[in-house]
């Protein structure tokens, strides 16, 4: 079957959501039976998202195949329930890398190496060797930035041209503001949108609104006039209480029947796939209970740094039934030894985080959460920092620190890997990607994954060190999972309570339709309230 093409691209502002478009209409597709896998273009000139600062860009997403891409990569994943690839991802600094590489190879003898044709020939090239290698139906592509950009606009030329050469259809996403005093919605910006696209030589086959409330018809009917479609083609992506619901607010409006038939593609749904997301989002709108998980770290200013961790818990909590909410506290603000922040909460995670700052206050609310009973999670530094506090208040090791924040320390429970002292590049040089592990029978670890081998994504330098594996057994600290060599520690587990940690980062393979095990385990074990509110409390 010839692959078909689906681009949707961005106008008037960034921060519309269209990652969650993007993953919306795979997950059409995939209601539909028909295989579909995402390819995102990012302008910038990073090879990757490796070296870029979560506390501005968002999340480093990982990939079973070491990649570290975008945060939207953890949208499609969590989406479709599949595993991305690296060369889903298209960055400019990938692609002007690849032209450049090639032409000093002499790949371009006797030739000027040029914008078009060149570059846009090998984007349109990447992206076709994605649907081949997979065999798909369809690729959908999400341009990165905004139409009129300087930096994508060459990625547009790119899908201008791919329409030439390919069955392709357009999806311009798009926004209508309104302003309080004349309660209107606005579509000028919308219109100037529009107009960018047109002179890009591209019409759009769709228009996805953003806008705060439902859009009117009047509205769809003006969007409508200046982007040269029918009005039933103008498609209302106005807030929705979670999500995961656009893909079924779509369907309310017929856009999966007028993609579909757009796409050549026949008109028969999978009910059983359908009925399972309605029901993660009829748990999602009607929980049984509620509870607050804290969530220490050090980038909590910018919740997107966390974004894995917060649908990770929302996952688990779909699948519960339970109402889950987010109290995001500063390491840095328990650094006094003043708990407060804590009161209340229902379950403590420390997620992962690199540098200094805000460590103490962590394993301070590690020590709290172990002795006053609260649920605990650590996620890879949350990890480390359960060592240490472990190390440090219940074996007597006073001065117990990881090496990376203390590089004299005496004892040194975690520590830089052998392989890891030599490394200098700073980009893809830690362990990445998925590793798998081996847990042991009878452990928290063990019951809440059900089974003995299994993989999780990593993205770290430093490991618990095994010299302090006896010690440590001997005064009741828990080893439950390793590498398959037994040589690195990959799961720890408190004796009493609910305390577990791992220095894998399992948010990275939470889906709706599959949720991390130790999120639904924390989220089960945490001090949860009856409520019969809706989601939207
Ligand atoms: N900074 C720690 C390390 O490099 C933890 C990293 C993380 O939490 N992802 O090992």
Request: charged share 15%.
């Given at each position: 079957m010839q692959t078909k093409y689906v681009v949707i691209l961005g106008s008037v502002m960034s921060g519309l959501g269209k990652g969650v478009v993007t993953s919306s209409i795979l997950k059409l597709l995939d209601f539909y039976n028909y295989s579909a896998l995402p390819v995102k273009f990012d302008g910038?000139?990073?090879?990757?998202?490796?070296?870029?600062n979560p506390y501005r860009h968002g999340e480093v997403f990982v990939l079973d195949d070491k990649s570290e891409v975008d945060m939207d990569f953890g949208l499609y994943e969590r989406f479709l329930n599949k595993n991305m690839q690296g060369n889903q991802s298209i960055t400019g600094g990938k692609l002007f890398g690849s032209i450049i590489e090639k032409e000093r190879r002499g790949g371009y003898l006797g030739e000027d190496v040029q914008i078009i044709p060149h570059l846009t020939s090998r984007a349109i090239e990447m992206i076709q060797n994605v649907g081949r290698e997979n065999n798909l139906d369809v690729v959908v592509v999400e341009v990165g930035g905004t139409v009129g950009d300087l930096e994508n606009s060459y990625f547009i030329e790119a899908m201008r041209q791919l329409a030439l050469k390919e069955p392709t259809v357009f999806i311009n996403l798009t926004y209508t503001p309104k302003m309080e005093v004349v309660g209107e919605q606005k579509t000028k910006p919308a219109q100037q949108g529009f107009r960018n696209l047109l002179q890009s030589g591209i019409m759009p086959d769709f228009v996805v609104c953003r806008s705060v409330d439902r859009l009117l018809e009047k509205t769809k009917e003006k969007l409508a006039l200046f982007a040269n479609i029918t009005k039933e083609r103008v498609i209302d992506d106005s807030d929705l209480a979670?999500?995961?619901?656009l893909p079924l607010h779509f369907m309310e409006q017929g856009f999966d029947k007028m993609l579909m038939e757009q796409l050549g593609?026949?008109?028969?749904?999978n009910s059983e796939k359908l009925d399972m997301w309605k029901n993660k989002i009829n748990n999602i709108l009607n929980p049984s209970a509620k509870v607050e998980i804290g969530v220490l770290g050090k980038y909590t200013g910018l919740s997107d740094s966390y974004a894995s961790i917060k649908e990770a818990v929302a996952h688990a909590g779909a699948e519960l039934a339970i109402k889950p909410t987010m109290r995001w506290i500063e390491g840095e603000d328990l650094e006094k030894g003043d708990m407060s922040k804590l009161d209340g909460i229902g379950a403590l995670i420390v997620p992962g985080g690199f540098g200094k700052r805000g460590i103490e206050g962590m394993i301070k609310g590690i020590q709290y959460a172990r002795e006053k009973g609260i649920p605990y999670l650590g996620i890879c530094l949350g990890m480390q920092l359960m060592c240490v506090e472990y190390a440090r208040n219940v074996c007597g090791l006073e001065d117990a620190n990881s090496s990376e924040f203390d590089p004299n320390t005496k004892h040194d429970v975690i520590s830089l890997m052998d392989e890891q002292k030599?490394?200098?590049?700073?980009?893809?040089?830690?362990?990445l990607g998925l590793w798998e592990c081996k847990l042991k029978s009878g452990t928290t670890a063990y019951a809440l994954y059900g089974r003995e081998k299994i993989g999780e994504r990593h993205r770290h330098r430093y490991e618990f060190n095994n010299n302090y594996r006896e010690l440590m057994e001997e005064k009741?600290?828990?080893?439950?999972g390793t590498t398959m060599d037994n040589k690195l520690v990959e799961f720890v587990e408190w004796k009493n309570g609910f305390g577990i940690a791992t220095q894998s980062h399992p948010e990275l393979r939470s889906r709706l339709e599959a949720p991390a095990p130790l999120f639904v385990g924390l989220l089960k074990s945490a001090n949860t309230s009856k409520t019969a509110n809706t989601a939207r409390d």
């Open positions: 910038y000139l990073n090879y990757d998202c490796g070296t870029m979670s999500v995961y619901m593609f026949g008109n028969s749904i030599s490394v200098k590049d700073k980009g893809g040089t830690m362990r009741g600290f828990v080893i439950s």
